[in-house]
DNA sequence: TATAAAAAGACAAAAATGGTCCTATAGGTA
DNA sequence: TACCTATAGGACCATTTTTGTCTTTTTATA
């Protein structure tokens, strides 16, 4: 149960791998992809659907490529999961307080939000800049 | 990300439906899927499995039906869900400490595991007494 | 024995996951 | 301008997981 998918994990290393590069350096997909093991085409997507929020940036063309969009500390583990996976939700019930019709006798609706809080938090308080020294 | 699947959902209310009967009284599974609004066979599965760990008891043929297998106040959330969806586990590097290559390089491991400590610490200190006792 | 009810197992539709491939677009460079 | 490089976008697809159904078997009771 709450298993993180291959995209969550490779969107974690991808954008790992772009923090340990020197500031300002721009990196091929190919390298990228390469570096991390992961499914060039797979990764490109990820990465592309990061560059649309802004965590990342891409250049086109000759000399073009990937670097990170803000600084590595100030980049959460949460905004990196969350854009990939969606928002970290174990129960449907918590999408909307309307959506569940159940809700108001849906005893269990308090503990899903309870988990939810405290994932969110460990998630948050992690930012792409430790990872990326962690690992080096 | 980390949703509780329908499987999770309806196990979750019919045990639940379970601890609200009078001590001792055995249900059908056609009362039970009729009343929490789960469909019959879908939910058998689900009891079945419970039954083979023993946080319900079966009894076939006539008067036959299922009851809770332990006082409420001893099955815990954590059980009930792990039963169903398997161990909380949110990344997959979690499942043993030899399984993942990356094992030693990958600074993401212990967030993980804090994540699952803090989700695991919900569930336990939740009990199918309190959950049932709230939607009374 | 007949009947009632769960147990077990095979099957299947639908959705999610984990990709691939092709074309379009944007940016450099000769 | 023409050409090359590299990401962007979209269509497509195989596999796995989810969410069931259906049939047969087993067990228990009356």
């Known amino acids: 149960m709450m298993e993180l998918t ?3 994990e490779y969107a974690i290393r991808g954008i790992v791998y772009l923090a340990q590069l020197p500031p300002g350096k721009v990196a091929l997909i190919s390298e990228i992809a390469e570096a ?8 490109a997507k990820i990465l592309q659907s990061f560059a649309k929020i802004g965590i990342v940036n891409s250049f086109r063309g000759a000399g ?3 670097m990170l969009g803000r600084p590595a500390s100030r980049i959460t583990l949460r905004e990196v999961v969350e ?16 959506t569940c019709e159940r809700d108001s006798t849906c005893g269990v609706h308090p503990v899903w939000r309870e988990v939810q809080q405290r994932v ?15 690992q080096k």
């Open 36 to 43: 991390v093991e992961v499914p060039q085409t797979f990764l």
């Open 64 to 66: 073009g490529g990937f």
């Open 83 to 98: 854009a990939v996976e969606g928002p970290i939700m174990p129960n449907r019930c918590l999408i909307g307080s309307g």
């Open 6 to 8: 291959r995209k969550g």
């Open 120 to 134: 969110v938090e460990v998630l948050d308080g992690v930012t792409i800049e430790e990872l990326a020294a962690r």
